[in-house]
């Protein structure tokens, strides 16, 4: 490996880990709007989002990629469908955050490799390995734990792990860039965040631009909180393999964890240590399983010696 390519891999690991860092520390910006309902919310981040994100295709100058996406009907609705698990994903995190369930919200996101996993099972034919089914089976034994013992079904968690999980198998189906696809996500949501918003604005509820600057200026930066990450995380996953990046996604949901657990004071009780137990050590399992499988692939002579 060249020295090059050693620094092109550095500035990526930190890229991707600034942009983990970033989605993990994000409901400390959350908590400021906590007065605003998660819809309003993520009408408004639709829209402040679309408006960041047509200054980056300007800048980039790849407005012809974004226009072509619109001729291909089945780019379309894969943008479609893309933008629906979203908006799933967001609100669910963002409504669970502001109601008090990070500690949920961040099992969702531990949850999400091993969702993948089984959805590519299910719907792209991939053979699994008999660690990635031990994996499996300890993150559900984890779920069924909460559903038996503490008497509920952690929704939160399954919502936000399969909308994002599905969200990612609709990307790897995806012919485009992660901006110009987001960029077309926000498009196709956008008339829909635009008359949500005005239905608020006509029967009066509606808190943005209401006299409260503080609240209005946290509102406005809801579309560069959502790009910078987004950006940072492009960079980074085109310079690492998939399993240092793979590693790095477990910041965010540490952080949330602890955010959730030590700043937020949210309840965590035996039950739910023995479900994140068994959750983390399928993630272990499945973790040590990916890092083997791509020593083998990418030094076989070493496994030869």
């Not at 500035?11 to 600034?18: I, K």
């Not at 989605?23 to 639709?46: C, D, H, N, T």
């Not at 908006?87 to 669970?96: G, K, M």
């Not at 910041?251 to 309840?267: D, T, W």
Request: net charge positive; hydrophobic share 60%; proline share 3%.
């Amino acid at each position: 490996m060249t020295i090059s390519t050693d620094s092109a891999a550095a500035r990526g690991g930190l890229a991707a880990a600034a942009s983990f860092l970033f989605w993990g520390i994000a409901p400390l910006y959350w908590k400021q709007m906590q007065s605003v309902s998660a819809f309003e919310l993520i009408a408004q981040r639709i829209v402040w989002s679309l408006l960041f994100l047509l200054g980056v295709i300007a800048w980039q100058k790849s407005f012809a990629s974004l226009r072509l996406a619109f001729t291909e009907a089945r780019t379309f609705v894969n943008a479609l469908l893309s933008g629906v698990f979203l908006a799933i994903n967001w609100t669910t995190f963002v409504w669970a955050v502001n109601a008090g369930h990070l500690i949920e919200t961040s099992l969702g996101y531990f949850l999400t490799p091993l969702c993948n996993v089984a959805l590519g099972f299910a719907f792209l034919h991939e053979r699994l390995r008999a660690l990635q089914w031990l994996a499996i089976a300890l993150a559900a034994a984890g779920v069924g734990l909460l559903l038996f013992y503490a008497g509920h079904v952690p929704w939160i968690a399954l919502s936000i792990a399969g909308s994002w999980s599905l969200y990612g198998v609709l990307k790897k189906k995806s012919s485009l860039g992660s901006i110009t696809g987001l960029t077309l996500e926000t498009i196709v949501l956008c008339p829909f965040a635009v008359a949500l918003l005005l239905w608020n604005l006509h029967t009066g509820d509606i808190a943005f631009a209401q006299g409260d600057a503080r609240l209005d200026a946290f509102v406005l930066g809801l579309g560069v909180i959502t790009a910078i990450p987004l950006l940072l995380f492009a960079y980074g996953a085109k310079r690492l393999r998939l399993a240092t990046l793979g590693l790095l996604q477990y910041i965010a949901p540490s952080m949330q964890f602890l955010l959730g657990l030590l700043v937020y004071n949210e309840p965590f009780d035996a039950v739910r240590l023995h479900a994140c137990i068994l959750i983390w050590c399928g993630l272990v399992i499945y973790t040590a399983d990916s890092f083997w499988t791509q020593r083998k692939r990418f030094w076989p002579a070493a496994d030869a010696a």
